[in-house]
Nanobody
Framework: QVQLVESGGGLVQAGRSLRLSCAASGDIYTFTVMGWYRQAPGKQRDLVALIQSGGRATYVDSVKGRFTISRDNTKNTVYLEMNNLKPEDTAVYYC?????????WGQGIQVAVSS
């Protein structure tokens, strides 16, 4: 079993930055893929960014150039640096990790951006 603990969310003004962290613990071998998703009120949960074990990153178009995903494999932690935040970035952000055939989700953390 794997536990994920997210931190770093909050309320900020547009144009400011936040850094999300997701620390994994438990029965861990190798996380193939680590990533962040978000769900705005009344909408489905969508991909924000993914990072492979070797460091290759993928971003949704709306965050390219503003968000950076990174991971520290020694700490089993994935980060999401969010710069130049916009009101449309407001959502609950979820961490997701994949290890072998198993997928684990964090509990979600709120990010709110005021205009």
């Amino acid at each position: 079993q794997v536990q994920l603990v997210e931190s770093g969310g909050g309320l900020v003004q547009a144009g400011r930055s936040l850094r999300l962290s997701c620390a994994a613990s438990g029965d861990i071998y190798t996380f193939t893929v680590m990533g962040w998703y978000r769900q705005a009120p009344g909408k489905q949960r969508d991909l924000v960014a993914l990072i492979q074990s070797g460091g290759r990153a993928t971003y949704v178009d709306s965050v390219k150039g503003r968000f950076t995903i990174s991971r520290d494999n020694t700490k089993n932690t994935v980060y999401l640096e969010m710069n130049n935040l916009k009101p449309e970035d407001t959502a609950v952000y979820y961490c997701k990790v994949t290890t072998g055939p198993n997928v684990y989700w964090g509990q979600g953390i709120q990010v709110a951006v005021s205009s």
